[in-house]
């Protein structure tokens, strides 16, 4: 069962991020700004107009505990905003890239942050209490491209990206100094920051949207020959399944819990997998039930609104009464959906709702 | 005939469907731009693989996609001189005012007759099976547009001539 409600705020929305109590989100109508949003009553109202970069701004994420949000945009630079009473006040991160940026994601312990760039090389950026600044360091010539997707391994030392050489690359980002140094872990013995862990190469094509399972053991992409990702184990011994699907391809994925998995992309249908009880995963269906065809073509999915909808949904978890109030929302997508958010309250691990854009 | 029409119209858009997924991208040689990748074919791994489909030896379509903007070729059926003559002059009208088709690239692509230029921008603003319903109506009407300025040229030929040749009478 799945209850959906449409929001309008802008023609084309780049990307977005939601606020630690859900109540606000902050997103880029592609454009150079930031817009933050904040629910109330029953209305959406417009808080924030954060003006500070030059160009489209590709990436923005808000991180859950410490209220920070960071911004990347095509013009090679990222601002990290802090609030400070009412206002949001900038801070310039020295990312020393020669082209555009085009994602970001906070780490899971939010002392530090990632960046996908165009110039080919991934950039991490990490807090200096001494010089209260961001330090950014490089992982250079380990891509042939553009990165297109970074995501943080829930222990804080990973990091998976995608590019458009097709390849997918987890590294250690271990910073001395930032990173506690964990030796009843084990782990991975290449503590060295930006040493390749591992190099996975089933796709042809473009690869987008990376993202690691809850726990950690698993992680997808997608690819642009609409195909899906899935490797288990990748530190020790990875095993891959691929699935492919008849339609449009994906621009990105999440995992709504360990064994369920929404992709969103250029079908303007959110499509979901999930994996049985032996871990082979497949795929299950699409969220939006097509309409009865109202007009003549049947292509892309239902013309129910207008412009520019920001879409989020409930989904009941199989094992969970919710508790927490139901927030309708609902609609449809008629253009590609290029990001999804998990709407989550610190601590879960079960996605309950989650919130996708796109340039409808 | 009309069914060939048809086949070759359905694999059009269904080819264009796989290929406008566009995404917005910016260049990777230049920093600060924002180019159509397909023109500029700097780095290769940004491109697909170009698909032709072809209806008989004279209409052809090629399609060049890349990772933020895809390239429409057609070749028009051009049976003899006179359709030659006319298709080249529509075409040549219809191009000169490409700024009022946003989508349509002033100059043809080496070998063919007329050129679309489809940008992610052009996708954020307007929707992709609009898009499509377009490039495949142009496709159909042009081939009726050219066939209806044959005959009015034909018949105004043939008007002219016997006005002409009454006063030899």
């Not at chain 1, 977005?16 to 454009?31: E, G, K, L, Y």
């Not at chain 1, 998976?160 to 050489?165: E, G, N, R, V, Y």
């Not at chain 1, 990376?210 to 609409?226: D, E, I, M």
Request: charged share 25%; proline share 3%; hydrophobic share 40%.
């Amino acid at each position: 069962m799945a209850a959906v409600a449409v929001h309008q705020f802008a023609q084309c929305i780049t990307c977005h991020a939601w606020s630690p109590d859900r109540t606000m989100v902050a997103f880029c109508p592609n454009n150079n700004e930031v817009h933050i949003y904040k629910f109330i009553k029953d209305r959406w109202e417009k808080l924030h107009v954060l003006y500070k970069h030059d160009q489209i701004i590709s990436g923005i994420d808000w991180s859950m505990r410490s209220n920070k949000i960071v911004t990347v945009s095509h013009d090679r630079n990222s601002y990290v905003w802090n609030q400070e009473a009412s206002e949001w006040v900038p801070t310039l991160v020295i990312l020393r890239l020669n082209r555009a940026a085009l994602c970001v994601q906070w780490s899971p312990k939010e002392n530090k942050f990632a960046v996908g760039s165009g110039a080919k090389t991934v950039c991490v950026c990490y807090y200096e209490q001494e010089n209260n600044w961001w330090v950014s360091k490089l992982i250079r010539k380990k891509h042939n491209s553009s990165v297109t997707g970074v995501a943080w391994h829930p222990n804080n030392i990973l990091l998976a990206t995608t590019s458009t050489d097709g390849k997918c690359r987890v590294f250690s980002t271990f910073i001395k100094g930032v990173d506690p140094r964990d030796s009843s872990a084990g782990s991975s013995n290449e503590l060295k920051f930006g040493e390749q862990i591992a190099q996975l190469d089933l796709s042809f094509t473009w690869a987008f949207g990376v993202k690691w399972s809850p726990s950690g053991n698993t992680l997808a992409y997608a690819g642009h020959n609409s195909m899906i990702y899935f490797i288990e184990d990748v530190e020790s011994s990875p095993s891959a399944q691929t699935i492919a699907f008849r339609d449009l391809p994906l621009r990105d994925v999440l995992f709504v819990s360990e064994r369920m998995l929404i992709g969103v992309g250029f079908d303007c249908n959110p499509l979901v997998f999930a994996a049985d009880e032996t871990g082979l995963w497949s795929s299950v269906k699409f969220l939006d039930e097509k309409k009865t065809a109202q007009s003549s073509s049947k292509y892309g999915s239902q013309f129910s609104e207008a412009f520019g909808k920001l879409y989020g949904q409930s989904k009941h978890g199989a094992s969970n009464d919710t508790v927490e109030p139901s927030r309708p929302r609902g609609g449809a997508h008629e253009n590609c959906i290029t990001c999804i958010v998990p709407l989550r309250k610190g601590g879960e691990t079960v996605v309950k709702r989650f919130s996708t854009s796109g340039r409808s | 005939m009309a069914n060939t029409l048809r086949l070759y119209l359905t694999c059009i858009r269904n080819t264009l469907e796989a290929a406008m997924c566009l995404q917005n991208f910016p260049c990777q040689e230049v920093e600060r731009h924002n180019k159509p990748e397909v023109e500029l074919k700097t780095s290769l791994e940004l491109l697909l693989n170009p698909v032709l489909i072809c209806r008989n030896e004279a209409e052809k379509c090629l399609i060049e996609s890349s990772i933020n903007s895809i390239r429409i070729s057609m070749k028009v059926k051009q049976a003899d001189e006179l359709e030659n003559i006319l298709a080249k002059k529509f075409l040549r009208f219809l191009s000169m005012r490409a700024e009022a088709f946003q989508v349509l690239r002033r100059k043809p692509v080496q070998g063919y007759d007329i050129s679309f230029l489809i940008t992610n921008y052009h996708c954020e603003d307007m929707h992709k099976h609009k898009l499509i319903d377009f490039i495949v109506q142009f496709m159909e009407d042009i081939d009726k547009e050219i066939s209806e300025l044959k005959l009015s040229v034909n018949t105004r030929g043939r008007l002219v001539a016997t006005e002409f040749l009454k006063q030899f009478i």
